[in-house]
């Protein structure tokens, strides 16, 4: 969360309004590509004199575009990962399995998905 701009960008915690946890989802600039991850913890290391700001992600692997709908579908592999947070381009929305689709989808027709349309996911 950025204070000084009130503007909420993503979050990670276990005690979320005290009604269960709340971890985001966010698009990570991957080493060759895209990728999708949940963000379960956020938090600095320091070593000697640098600081490096740090996130715990949950990572998915995008499977391409659902046949019908157009969706990006992922999956779940169970990869958990550590990355630097200015990685993160932004917050995405995940979608869970439902009787309709089997897999995890990113929901991208509307803003600010749409500039997901114009990069070449694998």
């Known amino acids: 969360m950025s204070a000084a701009l009130k503007y ?8 979320w309004r005290k009604i269960g946890p709340r971890y985001d989802c966010v698009l990570i600039n991957g080493a060759s590509q895209l990728e999708f991850a ?29 046949t019908s709908s157009e969706y990006i579908e992922l999956t779940d592999n169970g990869d958990f990962d550590f ?10 929305h ?9 897999r ?4 991208d027709l509307q803003s600010p998905d749409i500039h997901l349309r114009l990069e070449s996911l694998q």
């Not at 990355?83 to 995405?92: A, E, G, L, N, Q």
């Not at 995940?94 to 309709?100: A, E, H, K, R, V």
């Not at 995890?104 to 929901?107: E, Y």
């Open 83 to 92: 990355i630097f947070i200015d990685t993160i381009i932004r917050s995405v």
């Open 38 to 66: 949940k963000v379960y913890g956020l938090f600095s290391v320091r070593l000697s004199s640098a600081a490096y700001r740090i996130a715990l992600i949950h990572r998915y692997r995008s499977v391409g575009r659902h």
């Open 8 to 15: 909420d960008l993503l979050r990670a915690t276990p005690r």
């Open 104 to 107: 995890f989808t990113i929901q």
């Open 94 to 102: 995940i979608l869970p399995p439902s009787t309709y689709n089997h």
